[in-house]
């Protein structure tokens, strides 16, 4: 072999063992062995997007909990399978026709919904659904409706994963998937408390409120400036039974509850908006049939593009709209009580995708689940399948959906004042002894996959936060 391109190998492997040398011995060691750290269980890669080429990696194929960054599994997901300008479409008809003289609707309303996460959202206050319909019906110029209100599909769906903690099932953050559901499936509980810790409080108001449904409210006062009350309950049970407590001395304290049954909220709430437009039903009973003569269109009500409904899930983690998006995205008739098997088949997908088969294990979309697994290879493998995605409009959904460092979404408060802050876009996941992260660090236009997850550490999990922020920065200093 010649020996100018001996001496060339050489100085080529030098460069890379150096290289990963430095950015595994600087920082990293020091992060694994702290007190805080020693006895967790950690996953960590980081590549070179340009080339795929591994820069530092510790048990980068060990299988651990992800929490939220399951998130991006699941968004990526739905911009693969989902048209780039896909929105969920509710349509709003009536049948029968209009006596103009009675100023009367001969026939009866039929909504048939979708499964749109956003549908009269607080989230899209721009968006009103409840708001069009009443435009709408406004301009039929009438004052009664012969029929009914008839809400389509005619079967009750609303469940949540049989993976999740029972725990989580009456909060709103775990709050299920319903083709009929509205405003995000949770209510408001607004709160008086006291001035003295332990006393009672008092539930002023709900919202929305809907007859039948109640609170077993236990929750106290206390010296706590956070919210740490929790609900109880499952889908279709019609109490709630409230524990914990919320801070003293307050007055319309709010707090987040899951609905029982978002398709009564969204029934109550229609013939709500029927009356306050001087419409009244001359049937109450509700019976929900397709209707066999001609349908008349009322409206046709479309969420935001899926591009937007994937940004918001990523930069607020929110679990129901990554739920109902990996839902959508299968696209396959899911029977009660097997929310999961959606999660398989997407899971399917990606072991194929990106040749990770014995790396990935998921159970739900969101990571609310503590039996959902990955690893820091498959998730690093996720972000330079994206990176290389020729499609442009699918790369510009993903990337303009992860929030930056120091600046937005659920990193706004990672790295302020740092060298890592609007150099770090990606997604954070965090629940009980579980933190990780999860995206690219982008120096001198080459952009850097990186993943850290932590698991089974006994501290707080603000102190892992500022132990992962401070490897982080270190990183990046080296790159």
């Excluded at 399948?385 to 790369?395: C, F, G, T």
Aim: net charge neutral; charged share 20%; hydrophobic share 35%.
């Amino acid at each position: 072999m010649n020996k100018t391109f001996l001496i060339f190998l050489m100085c080529i492997f030098c460069v890379v063992f150096t290289t990963a040398q430095i950015l595994s011995d600087k920082g990293l060691n020091e992060f694994l062995n702290h007190p805080d750290i020693v006895t967790a269980s950690v996953g960590l890669q980081l590549r070179k997007g340009s080339t795929g080429e591994i820069l530092l990696a510790k048990n980068a194929d060990k299988l651990l909990l992800p929490a939220s960054i399951q998130k991006l599994y699941t968004t990526a997901y739905a911009i693969d399978k989902l048209p780039n300008d896909y929105k969920f479409k509710t349509h709003v008809y009536y049948s029968g026709s209009i006596d103009k003289s009675k100023k009367e609707l001969l026939g009866d309303l039929f909504i048939k919904t979708c499964g749109d996460p956003s549908l009269e959202s607080r989230y899209y206050p721009q968006y009103s659904f409840l708001g069009e319909i009443k435009r709408e019906l406004a301009k039929l110029n009438i004052t009664s409706i012969r029929g009914q209100l008839v809400l389509l599909p005619d079967y009750d769906n609303y469940q949540v994963n049989s993976q999740w903690l029972w725990g989580d099932l009456g909060n709103y953050y775990g709050a299920g998937f319903s083709t009929h559901t509205f405003m995000d499936n949770y209510v408001e509980v607004f709160f008086k408390s006291s001035s003295t810790s332990g006393d009672s409080t008092i539930i002023e108001k709900i919202h929305p409120y809907l007859d039948g449904f109640h609170i077993d409210n236990k929750v106290v006062s206390g010296d706590t400036e956070w919210d740490l009350s929790y609900a109880f309950g499952a889908p279709y049970q019609d109490e709630r039974f409230m524990i914990g407590e919320i801070p003293k001395n307050k007055n319309g304290y709010a707090v987040k509850i899951a609905m029982h049954d978002p398709k009564e909220f969204l029934i109550k709430s229609v013939l709500q908006t029927v009356r306050e437009v001087g419409i009244e039903f001359k049937r109450d009973t509700i019976i929900s049939y397709e209707p066999k003569d001609s349908k008349n269109k009322l409206l046709i009500y479309k969420s935001p593009d899926i591009g937007e409904l994937v940004k918001f899930t990523n930069y607020k983690s929110n679990n129901n709209f990554a739920e109902h998006l990996l839902l959508k995205a299968v696209n396959v008739p899911i029977d009660i009580g097997e929310l999961e098997k959606a999660a398989s088949l997407m899971q399917e997908y990606w072991q194929y995708k990106l040749n990770v088969k014995n790396e990935i294990l998921f159970f739900d979309g969101s990571g609310l689940s503590r039996k959902n697994l990955t690893s820091a290879n498959a998730m690093n493998q996720l972000l330079m399948y994206e990176l290389n995605q020729s499609d442009s409009a699918d790369k510009s959904q993903f990337f303009t959906s992860l929030p930056v460092a120091g600046e937005s979404g659920t990193l706004k408060y990672l790295g302020p004042g740092s060298e890592i802050r609007g150099n770090f876009t990606g997604k954070s996941g965090s629940m009980g002894s579980v933190r990780s992260y999860t995206g690219y660090f982008l120096k001198e236009n080459e952009y850097y996959p990186f993943t850290i997850i932590v698991n089974n550490f006994t501290v707080k999990n603000s102190m892992v936060r500022k132990h992962v922020e401070k490897l982080m920065i270190n990183i990046y200093q080296q790159l």
